[in-house]
């Protein structure tokens, strides 16, 4: 089946900082992908779709200039938190679903990227 | 708007059956999925029905749908260890939309 690989799959940080996540789809091509936050014990919440060669569409109450989104190719999505609060810290899954082959009713999920902010 | 509930726990016996109950609000779901997730790991999309199905069975899997009162409901078969785990019930409107997940369901088995 279709994978999504994330990258790295956990990061510790100073406060202050920024870290990058990657998203790659691996043997698909896929034109939207889409950014999800865990917290502890409690559901996934969609942060944001990101759309290959645009602007990613923010949910509400998300910081779009905080948890800055790039999707520069039809394989690779990029999440960055910039300056970093202990709030932040939490797990961070993308998805992406392929859309050109039509296999758009599967979502494919990364294995997730857990950051800690110190 | 969108929402989708579901309990937050389940314990079950090992070799019954579990029966996992979700509920959403939103009429225009067209998609209804059931995920697993084991800890630490990402999510696996274990079935899903389209909103004009009543029922999708795969192995010791069954999805029961009543689009009526927007109800969504699993059932394993054959409960077993491997199948501990948090299981979330998911909606979107389409093929390529954004999925909205429930807050999932932490199964636990019984000796």
């Known amino acids: 089946g279709a994978v999504v690989s994330q990258h790295p799959s956990w990061v510790i940080c100073k406060s202050g900082t920024s870290v990058k996540i990657e998203c790659r789809s691996l043997?698909?091509?896929?034109?939207?992908m889409f950014w999800y936050r865990q917290f502890p014990k409690q559901s996934l919440m969609l942060m944001a779709t990101s759309n290959e060669g645009s602007k990613a569409t923010y949910e509400q109450g998300v910081e779009k200039d905080k948890f800055l989104i790039n999707h520069a190719s039809l394989t690779l999505s990029t999440l960055t938190v910039t300056s970093a609060h202990p709030e932040d810290s939490s797990f961070y899954i993308c998805s992406a679903r392929d859309r050109i082959t039509g296999m758009g009713t599967e979502a494919f999920f990364g294995q997730g990227t857990r950051l800690t902010v110190v | 708007g969108e929402d989708v509930e579901q309990s937050l726990f389940l314990s079950v016996r090992e070799g019954d059956s579990s029966v996992i109950n979700c509920t959403y609000t939103d009429s225009s779901s067209t998609y209804l999925y059931w995920y697993k997730q084991e800890p630490g790991a990402g999510l696996q999309l274990l079935t899903y029905?389209?909103?004009?199905?009543d029922m999708k069975q795969d192995q010791r899997l069954t999805v029961l749908l009543n689009k009526k009162d927007k109800h969504l409901s699993l059932r394993i078969a054959d409960t077993q260890t491997g199948d501990s785990a948090i299981y979330f019930c998911?909606?979107?409107?389409?093929?390529?939309?954004?999925?909205?997940f429930g807050k999932g369901t932490r199964l636990h088995i019984l000796p």
């Open positions: 029905i389209f909103s004009n199905m």
């Open positions: 043997d698909f091509q896929a034109t939207t």
């Open positions: 998911a909606e979107s409107r389409s093929r390529d939309d954004k999925i909205i």
